[in-house]
């Protein structure tokens, strides 16, 4: 059911303060400020060495996020793959590591090869799945569920927003258990978190300007998106959702690769989104920024008041969010992410919620 929505994707991204509200409220105590993972981990943070994050598509970028947050929080080593290339590559996992896997539908070819593979080199396997009767839930022996009801849309939109929000509390316990983070630090970040679902309300406040940005993209061949920090496995994101939806030609980088290859491309007809928070490394971005604005780039900046203010660029659209603490921006710049996406696909009139080609649980290798 469509509630009063155009598209299920449309409810979806409407849906996710609530859903990852509830996925919060699995995770963390707010009364006492501590993370609680909802079942009992079957090894100790203390002596994991390495993990290693396994998924496809969407779900692979919210294990990228969260190898930044697993490093920065809980100073643990995190390799991330593909599945399609992590079962194939024969990655030397140890007894004893810890092997995630993340996936919407928990149905996902590759995603359940490559645990399988892990579980059979001896490492822990946790799968963070939407679906708990799904086969990588059933086969993992750590499962962490999102709570983020069925997701209809093909392009997945509440599950990546709730597998974040999942990650996040993880690499927070992760964190405490290897003595990295004190109690201050843990519940000044439980704060963080409790913060996310209203702070994402907010963001969904931006649509009608969106609105008016998407016909503009619409009319583009090429879209660029770049990131620095967590806001670059979101920019991967935001150019999935946009080829998915709209079927336009759109590429996610590192914002300091631009001058590595990419920048060749700029041009007036070559909308550029920046994703930038007011961070650490703002000021890196806004010199990419200014690189692409010399050469006639438009520029779409997402960032809050603060970022705004010290971004003085000519030819730039500023898509202002709201203010909150870095680290776990990404849940939040996943909202205009991606309605951005999808308003540009409703201008061209493509079909949302079954786009061409494309399978909502890709079963088959
Ligand atoms: O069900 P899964 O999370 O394992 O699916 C993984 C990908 O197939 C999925 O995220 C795909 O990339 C979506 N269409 C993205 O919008």
Known sequence: ???????????????????????????????????????????????????????????????????????????????????SEFRYREAPLRKG?????????????????????????????????????????????VVLPTLAGPEIGVASTKAFTCQLMVLASLAVAAGKARGELSDADEAKLVHSLVE????????????????????????????????????????????????????????????GELKHGPIALIDEHMPVVVIAPYDKVFEKTVSNMQEVAARGGKIILMTDARGAAEATIQSLVTIVMPDMGATFAPMVYAVPVQLLAYHTAVVMGTDVDQPRNLAKSVTVE
């Not at 583009?220 to 620095?228: C, F």
Request: hydrophobic fraction near 40%; glycine fraction near 4%; include cysteine.
């Open 1 to 83: 059911d469509k509630a009063n929505y155009r598209h299920f994707m449309a409810k979806e991204i409407h849906e996710q303060p609530e859903v990852v509200g509830h996925t919060l409220a699995r995770y963390v105590d707010m009364a006492t400020e501590r993370v609680t993972m909802p079942v009992k981990l079957p090894f100790d943070f203390k002596n994991i060495q390495r993990v290693s994050i396994t998924a496809c598509g969407t779900a692979s970028y919210a294990g990228f996020v969260a190898k930044y947050w697993l490093e920065r929080l809980a100073r643990l080593p995190v390799e991330l793959d593909v599945a």
């Open 97 to 141: 590591d810890l092997a995630v896997f993340i996936s919407q539908s928990g149905e996902t070819a590759d995603t359940l090869a490559a645990l399988r593979y892990a579980k059979a080199q001896g490492a822990y396997t946790l799968s963070v799945v939407n679906v708990p009767t799904s086969t990588i839930a059933r086969e993992s022996e």
């Open 196 to 255: 996310i679902p209203r702070l994402m309300s907010e963001a969904l406040t931006t649509e009608p300007h969106i609105e008016k940005l998407a016909r503009e993209i619409s009319k583009s061949r090429d879209v660029l998106y770049l990131g620095r920090g967590t806001s670059y496995p979101l920019a991967l994101e935001g150019a999935l959702k946009l080829k998915e939806i709209s079927y336009i030609h759109a590429e996610g980088y590192a914002a």
